[in-house]
Nanobody, 125 residues
Framework: QVQLVESGGGLVQAGGSLSLSCEAS????????MAWFRQAPGKEREIVAV????????YYADSVKDRFTISRDNVKNAMYLQMNSLKPDDTAVYYC??????????????????WGQGTQVTVSS
């Protein structure tokens, strides 16, 4: 069975930090691009960050640029998101995703065919 499992979510005060992890099993994702998405209540699921299979290319949504850092460890078959200077509007369920390792970074949910169940991040003011 192929699984992606997120962890590290929780409640934090504005200005604080959290680190999310995505642990993969069932197959290697070393040739896949991977991404973090988030979805707030009543809102569309939106891109947060993308990292290419080799780790040498990244994309960040403007809303998180310079605050969040995406990384991966292909030996451990894992992906991470370091979130600093958190704001209340970062509150959402955060999902990890994986898709074909194409050279063009894609930001739509339809480009990714493996998904985790999500982890809740709540930022209080």
């Amino acid at each position: 069975q192929v699984q992606l499992v997120e962890s590290g979510g929780g409640l934090v005060q504005a200005g604080g930090s959290l680190s999310l992890s995505c642990e993969a099993s069932g197959r290697t994702f070393e040739t896949d691009n991977m991404a973090w998405f988030r979805q707030a209540p009543g809102k569309e699921r939106e891109i947060v960050a993308v990292i290419k299979s080799s780790g040498d290319g990244t994309y960040y949504a403007d809303s998180v640029k310079d605050r969040f850092t995406i990384s991966r460890d292909n030996v451990k078959n894992a992906m991470y998101l370091q979130m600093n200077s958190l704001k209340p509007d970062d509150t959402a369920v955060y999902y990890c995703a994986a898709g074909p390792g194409v050279s063009v970074i894609r930001t739509t949910i339809f480009a990714y065919n493996y998904w985790g169940q999500g982890t809740q991040v709540t930022v209080s003011s």
